[in-house]
Each structure stands twice: as C-alpha cells, then as structure tokens.
C-alpha cells in the first residue's frame, strides 16, 4: 500500500496544505485522481508518494483517517517536473503558500481540459 500526499483542486475548498490518501494501485507525482472530501469527491494532482509500511507509526497517531484514492482519471495530468518548478517558483517569489497558489493553476488546467 502506498501514501499519496495530494493537493485537492475542487472549487470553494482552501486548505492549509497537501492531504494525504492511501491506495493499492501505483500512482506518480503529477497524477490527476479523485479523492473523498468532506460531503463531495473532488479531483486532486498526486504531489508524493511514499510507502505506508515505512509512515507506520506516523499514521496510528495522526489525528485524521486516512481514506482511500476513489478513482485514476489520467496519468501525468502536470509533469512531476513542472510540478515541482511551479512550487519552487511560487515559493521563491513569496506570492502565497504553495499548494494555494497551485491549486489555482490546476483550477484553471482542468477547467480547460473539460
């Protein structure tokens, strides 16, 4: 099993960061997938990947339960590499925090997509 940390894309939804989901099926940064949110289920973009054995302890404790990836919609939704550019660059110029910042630009890519 693995932890996919995800940045969550649907409208009118503002969080202070990633959230993180778990699945079976083996997905990449840059993924685009649908995840569980409160009453909805709204898309997301795969930021990081990591193996649950090895967050083990980290999960018992944590204060949120973990659910899973409902559904693949399409692989390399973003590049990893233009994933990671576009952080760094919000970052860098101190514009706002960077799942903010690239939530709206996913906002706008998937609007154009559909």
Do not use: H
């Not at 699945?23 to 940064?29: F, G, Q, R």
């Amino acid at each position: 099993m693995k932890l996919y940390e995800v940045i969550a894309i649907g409208r009118g939804y503002r969080a202070a960061g990633a959230l993180t989901y778990f699945s079976t099926k083996e997905l990449n940064p840059g993924d685009l997938v649908l995840t569980p949110l409160r009453n909805k289920t709204v898309p997301a973009v795969v930021k990081k990947v990591s193996d649950a054995r090895t967050a083990k302890s980290e999960i018992k404790i944590s204060d949120f339960k973990l659910k899973p990836v409902k559904t693949f919609i399409k692989e390399n939704f973003i590049s990893p590499e233009m994933l990671r550019a576009v952080e760094n660059w919000w970052v860098d110029q101190d514009f706002a925090p960077d799942e903010a910042a690239l939530r709206a630009r996913l906002q706008q890519m998937l609007a154009a997509a559909q």
